[in-house]
């Protein structure tokens, strides 16, 4: 069942798995069966890439089948994101191959696939009733050594996976960032048709972090 807390309104109506995708902080305790985790992983493999170099790579650690990497993964998130990230089932890093497998060059859109990739597979967890939340308050050095990652790869994100829970089993601080309403910036500051705009400034309208 869809996750129907906090939809994005935006000013279009877009598909709905879209503005349902959130990087919820609060879990239910519901199990996430090891084959519904791997179809979101697969939804990975969807996603275009350089080359079609595939440099994504995911080390995933799940609370109850492999408690172990969990454990290691946790460890290697900053303690403000341990705080509520602790609470989901799975855990995963996100690590980019950097360079190309055709001709050993460095591959400058390593970490974007792995964006591309990411940003697939929690549009494949939000259609199952899941949700991710990606980081980047990790240590990259930590998990590299937790799980001996060699060189010529490169952690670049974690992500809590799971069934969202309710806002009311959050901290205060946690809780609120989590029932905040959620803002972007209008199209017109980020899409520009035939040429770019005259300076107006930057704003930023998401804070929630
Ligand atoms: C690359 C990346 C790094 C992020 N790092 C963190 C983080 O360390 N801690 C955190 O609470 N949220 C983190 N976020 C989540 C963003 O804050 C969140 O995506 C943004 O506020 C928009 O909210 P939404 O995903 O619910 O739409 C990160 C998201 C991305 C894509």
Not at 8 to 31: C, F, G, H, N, W
Not at 51 to 58: D, K, S, T, V
Not at 96 to 106: C, Q, V, Y
Not at 149 to 164: A, D, R
């Amino acid at each position: 069942m869809a996750d129907t807390t906090n939809v994005l309104t935006l000013e279009y109506e877009i598909m709905p798995v879209l503005a349902q995708r959130r990087s919820t902080r609060a879990y239910s305790d519901k199990a996430v069966a090891a084959e519904v985790v791997e179809q979101i992983f697969a939804a990975a493999s969807s996603a275009a890439s350089c080359y079609g170099e595939q440099p994504w790579r995911y080390i995933m650690g799940s609370k109850t089948s492999s408690s172990e990497a969990y454990e290691k993964i946790l460890g290697g998130v900053l303690e403000f994101n341990q705080v509520w990230a602790k609470a989901a089932p799975v855990l995963a890093v996100g690590v980019a191959k950097l360079n190309f497998s055709h001709d050993g060059n460095a591959n400058g859109w390593a970490k974007y696939d792995v964006g591309q990739a990411t940003a697939t597979l929690a549009i494949e967890a939000t259609e199952l009733g899941l949700q991710i939340h990606q980081m980047a308050g990790f240590s990259p050095d930590a998990l590299r050594a937790a799980f001996n990652i060699p060189e010529g790869f490169e952690p670049v994100v974690v992500f809590t996976l799971g069934y969202p829970g309710p806002a009311s089993a959050l901290p205060d601080q946690t809780r609120e960032r989590e029932e905040a309403p959620r803002t972007r910036k209008p199209l017109a500051e980020f899409l520009f048709e035939g040429a770019w705009p005259t300076p107006a400034g930057e704003r930023y309208d998401q804070a929630t972090v």
